[in-house]
């Protein structure tokens, strides 16, 4: 397991010899790179905080939050978190926007590749399993007894084969 120290530099090298595409947002100065989740091009951002020693990973899924379903989409996520191994689904209801993030310490700066490697894993995995459901929920085309409904009915007809 090789360790380096966090910065925009070592990252964007990390990125690169992961065979990722880090890319810059401009307006935030901030790297990411695109996921596949549910067929759609999600980003992942890495945000560095207190000089290196807290790195989060945060994902925007391709949802608008609308009024109407703040609190079907809220029930979701919070259900999400409780059965899953790693929780971090939220929601900024003041923009609107759904995500799935994780926050890793970084005791002296330092992070491993192995680790970071499992947690982008983790994160790809996770918003690819959950992102159609949250999808559904948080545009009212499905509310939430129907979901449990159809994941119930999907499970029998597994159990079956």
């Given at each position: 397991?090789?360790?380096?120290?966090?910065?925009?530099?070592?990252?964007?090298?990390?990125?690169?010899?992961?065979?990722?595409?880090?890319?810059?947002?401009?307006?935030s100065g901030l790297i990411y790179i695109n996921i596949q989740a549910?067929?759609?091009?999600?980003?992942?951002?890495?945000?560095?905080?207190?000089?290196?020693?807290?790195l989060q990973l945060i994902c925007y899924l391709p949802y608008q939050?609308?009024?109407?379903?703040?609190?079907?989409?809220?029930?979701?996520?919070?259900?999400?978190?409780?059965?899953?191994?790693?929780?971090?689904?939220?929601?900024?209801?003041?923009?609107?926007?759904?995500?799935?993030?994780?926050?890793?310490?970084?005791?002296?700066?330092?992070?491993?590749?192995?680790?970071?490697?499992?947690?982008?894993?983790?994160?790809?995995?996770?918003?690819?399993?959950?992102?159609?459901?949250?999808?559904?929920?948080?545009?009212?085309?499905?509310?939430?007894?129907?979901?449990?409904?159809?994941?119930?009915?999907?499970?029998?007809?597994?159990?079956?084969?």
């Amino acid at each position: 397991m090789t360790t380096w120290t966090l910065n925009q530099n070592n990252l964007t090298k990390f990125l690169k010899n992961s065979d990722q595409e880090p890319l810059l947002e401009r307006e935030s100065g901030l790297i990411y790179i695109n996921i596949q989740a549910n067929d759609n091009d999600l980003p992942l951002f890495f945000v560095i905080r207190n000089e290196g020693e807290i790195l989060q990973l945060i994902c925007y899924l391709p949802y608008q939050l609308y009024d109407a379903h703040k609190g079907p989409t809220a029930r979701l996520l919070h259900l999400l978190n409780r059965d899953i191994d790693i929780p971090g689904f939220g929601m900024d209801e003041e923009q609107g926007l759904i995500f799935y993030r994780l926050v890793l310490p970084c005791l002296n700066g330092e992070i491993h590749d192995t680790l970071l490697r499992i947690y982008i894993d983790t994160i790809k995995l996770v918003c690819d399993s959950f992102s159609h459901a949250i999808g559904l929920i948080s545009s009212g085309n499905m509310n939430l007894d129907e979901l449990r409904r159809q994941a119930l009915q999907e499970q029998k007809e597994k159990h079956y084969e």
